[in-house]
Every structure is written in C-alpha cells, then in structure tokens.
C-alpha cells in the first residue's frame, strides 16, 4: 500500500512569519527549478490523487543549533505544482522530532508533513546540509536493480520513516550511495548531500541509469 500525497497527519507547531529574503533562497529556488523541469517535483491530475509531490530543503546554517536542532529551509505543502517559486512558498522548520511525529515552523506557509523525514536526514550527519525528496517511477521500481537502499514498507513521514532512514545509514552503504527508496511511499526518493549538487545531481544520475534499464526492457 502507499500513502497519499498532501495528507497532513503531523503535529506541526506553525508561527506565521514574513519571507526569507529572496537573497537567502536564491540557490534553492534555482534547484528546485531544475528538479521541477525534469519532473522530479510537481503535480499531476493522474498521479497521486493530483496533490503535488516532492520536496528540497537546504539547512538554514552549517552549523547545529545550541539546543541540537538542525533548523531547514523547505519548499511549502503543496507547492509541488507551481513551476516558480517565490519567497513566500518557503518555510523554516525551526525544529523537528521525527520520533514524536512533530515539529515548529516559521514562515509564510505551513510545511509538508514530509519534513519530518528531511529532519532525520539531516540528524543523521551535520555534514549534511541539502536533501531533496522526489517522486520517481523510473528510480522507485528500478530501485534493487540500481542497488538504492530500501526502507522497510512504513509510512512516509512518520516515527517508523525516520528510524528506517538511521538503520539503512548503519546497515547500509546508504553513507556513501546518498540515496534511498521509500518502500512505503509509492514512487518516493530521497538524497542528500554536504552540497546542493551532490543531492541533486545523485538524484539525476540514478535517473539516467533507471532510464536505461527501462529503455533494455522496451
Ligand atoms: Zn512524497
């Protein structure tokens, strides 16, 4: 079974607050394009229900915050399918406690519930500093194939997401690979990297090998 896209079952402690700076979300807006123009974010009338999918997210700064908590910068719920976004489409998750199913935001629209599973990524490493979430049929159904870690068939978003994602960083090559399907999440990919270019060229590699598993079989 998958879960629905856009389907909020989250505890999310929201402060409305004016935009970032269109300064501080230039690079992840640029990112976010490209992953919008190949598909990997977006909407779809025939996928999903029609909610929009995928999300990225860049930590707000390098460093941890004094209370240990990794504050990120990410696309807004249900932005998916808006091919341009602006400032007031991105929001900070303050604080995130993926084995509470909660967090805090800020900003000028609420988050994706998938933020909880941004949020432990990013626990998993403070080198990691920009993940991205995306819906992939060609990576998702190549995935074993492709050699991309698999979670176990749980919730996206949810407690059993995120311990899934610290035992696949320990049980598997997932350090190394920065990529991983959701096994739960029809279609759902994630990556992450210290660099933007690292997440989401992992992400577009994985794409062109899935291709051309598909292209063998056609
Ligand atoms: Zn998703």
Not at 186 to 211: K, P, Q
């Amino acid at each position: 079974m998958s879960t629905q896209e856009g389907v909020i079952k989250y505890q999310c402690d929201f402060t409305p607050a004016p935009p970032l700076s269109y300064e501080a979300l230039r690079e992840l807006n640029a990112w976010r394009r490209l992953m919008f123009i190949t598909h990997l974010i977006g909407q779809d009338p025939n996928r999903y229900g029609g909610y929009g999918y995928g999300n990225i997210s860049r930590r707000l700064d390098a460093a941890e915050g004094a209370d240990g908590q990794h504050p990120f910068i990410i696309t807004g719920s249900q932005t998916g399918g808006k091919p341009e976004l602006g400032p007031e489409d991105y929001v900070v998750v303050t604080a995130c406690y993926p084995d509470e199913n909660r967090l805090t935001a800020r900003g000028p629209i609420k988050p994706s519930s998938e933020s909880l599973t941004h949020g432990a990524v990013y626990a998993l490493d403070s080198r990691i500093l920009w993940v991205v979430h995306a819906h992939s049929p060609e990576i998702w159904h190549n995935a074993e194939k492709l050699g991309v870690p698999i979670t176990a068939n749980v919730p996206y978003g949810s407690p059993e997401m995120a311990a899934e994602v610290r035992r696949l960083f320990v049980e598997s090559d997932l350090p190394q690979k920065r990529i991983f399907a959701m096994a739960g999440h029809e279609d759902g990919v994630v990556t992450f990297g210290h660099t933007a270019e690292e997440a989401c060229f992992t992400m577009l590699s994985y794409l062109v090998r899935a291709l051309q598993i598909n292209e063998r079989n056609n």
